[in-house]
């Protein structure tokens, strides 16, 4: 659906998971995103903006095949 895919549901996902960081007591995170997207640059930024836990590191874990499976035919329309 589009709702779970938009910049804004991005955001209120990173401020649920910090919001639960805190409650354990947790000050620094480390930040890995995989994959593109619209709520992709959102969730960064939203995550630097949070007081009270600092961010230790951000790692992009997007799978990038080595000349891997070659793709599926072009869809002719």
């Known amino acids: ?20 960081a805190m409650e354990h007591g947790i000050k620094e995170v480390g930040i890995k995103v995989q994959g593109p997207g619209s709520g992709r640059e959102t969730a960064v930024k939203s995550v630097g903006a949070i007081e009270g836990i600092r961010v230790m590191w951000f790692k992009d874990i997007t799978p990038l095949p080595h000349n891997g499976c070659r793709p599926p035919k072009r869809r002719r329309v």
């Open 1 to 20: 659906g589009s709702k779970k895919s938009t910049p804004y549901a991005a955001q209120q996902a990173v401020e649920d998971a910090m919001a639960k």
